[in-house]
Every structure is written in C-alpha cells, then in structure tokens.
C-alpha cells in the first residue's frame, strides 16, 4: 500500500499570498496518477487536481499541480478568501487507492 | 446536473446493521464505477469499496472486508452500502462518489473522484 505524506501539516498565510503543498509518496505513483481536493467544514471533498496536473472542470487557474514519482505539489498562486480549506492528495495508480492525511491552510 | 445524495446514516448500537443508500441523478449511472469513502469525525479520508457500472465486480477495504457488501440498482439509479456487525470505528461520514477515471488492478480497482455527495453520519454507539 502506498502511504502519502502531506507536510506541512497547517499553513499559515494570509489572501493574496502563494501557498505550496507537499505530498509524498512511500513508491512512486505509476502514471502520476495522482489528485488533489478540497474540503471545507462540513461539506464533501471537491475535486481540484487530477494525473497529477490537470484541472478539474470549473477550478481556477490559480490552482496548479506538479509532480512525479514520489513527489508532488498543489500550488495556488493567490489565495482567495474561499480558498481556506484542508487539501488533501490521493493516490490512484496502484491498489488500493490511498489518501494523504491533509493540510490545513488557513487564514494568518 | 449531476447529483448524488447519500440516506441512511443515524446512530447504531455495536454489532447492529445499517444500509446506506445513494441516489444518482444527472448522469448515465450505468456508464459509471461508484465508490463509497469514509471520514471519520476530525479525520482524513479512508477509501471503503467499488463496484463496476454493471455491479458485476466488487472491491473492498481490507478494514471492512466480510462486514460491509457495496451494491447497486441501475434500474433505480441507487447505490448501496450494507455494514454488518458495526464497530465504534465504523464511526464515520460516509460518502458516495462517482469515479472520474477508473483502474482495474489484479486485486482491486482505484479512481479518483469527480462528484461526491453530500455525506451521511454514521455513529455506533452503546
């Protein structure tokens, strides 16, 4: 099973300001088959992020992914007020499908 | 639009049954691989099981093998999820998802998740 490691665990930054989100994984993820969500409290996990950089449909080009192997990043460029969430990555390239544990950003 | 609302969830004594239900709209369901994941309260997300588009293949979680049974009606555009025998772990927000892409492998099949639902809790306690 391959397990995905998000750091940092909470990011504090204030709207306007870049924010880098780590995930790595414990094997490489065949086919960077890997996503990215968003969850806000109390609703379900969006889709942001698929194949590691392809945007979902209707997500803003502020959000970005990056990435291979083992390593990989969700950038979004200027945070928005909405934007304030946990993000969580998930792996799909080999079985079973498996999730990071999240990052939180939230407001500085 | 496509829709997905999960029913079924309340609060459940240990050892007792549940069936969570999900109802599709918006879309071919039968073109589709449905997937149930888990979140516990103030936790991360935990895959549970798939099933095919035509229900003719099933996989589950190793934490929830022989207790939890995935299934589906595509004359009804539903979705089902049995849980058997629950555990205070089986705590959870449970949430139907529609696969955006799917892969099959020798011993399960993985996606990632183009449409949730809204969720259903799921609490077992005494």
């Known amino acids: 099973e391959i397990v995905l490691t998000q750091s940092p665990g909470t990011l504090s930054l204030s709207p306007g300001e870049r924010a880098t989100l780590s995930c790595r994984a414990s094997?490489?993820?065949?086919?960077?088959?890997l996503a990215w969500y968003q969850q806000k409290p109390g609703q379900a996990p969006r889709l942001l992020i698929y194949g590691a950089s392809s945007r979902a449909t209707g997500i803003p080009d502020r959000f970005s992914g990056s990435g291979s192997g083992t390593d990989f990043t969700l950038t979004i460029s200027r945070l928005e007020p909405e934007d304030f969430a946990v993000y969580y990555c998930q792996q799909y390239g080999s079985a079973p499908l498996t999730f990071g544990g999240g990052t939180k950003v939230e407001i500085k | 639009q496509v829709q997905l609302v999960e029913s079924g969830g309340g609060v459940v004594q240990p050892g007792k049954s549940l069936r969570l239900s999900c109802a599709a709209s918006g879309f071919m369901f039968t073109n589709y691989g449905m997937h149930w994941v888990r979140q516990a309260p103030g936790k991360g997300l935990e895959w549970v099981a798939v099933i095919w588009y035509d229900g003719s293949n099933k996989y589950y979680a190793d934490s929830v093998k022989g207790r939890f049974t995935i299934s589906r009606d595509n004359s009804k555009n539903m979705l089902y999820l049995q849980i058997n025998s629950l555990r205070a772990e089986d705590t959870a927000v449970y949430y139907c998802?529609?696969?955006?892409?799917?892969?099959?492998?020798?011993?399960?099949?993985?996606?990632?998740?183009?449409?949730w639902g809204q969720g259903t809790l799921v609490t077992v306690s005494s």
């Open positions: 094997q490489s993820v065949s086919s960077s088959y």
């Open positions: 998802a529609r696969e955006g892409q799917g892969f099959c492998f020798s011993t399960s099949c993985t996606a990632y998740f183009d449409y």
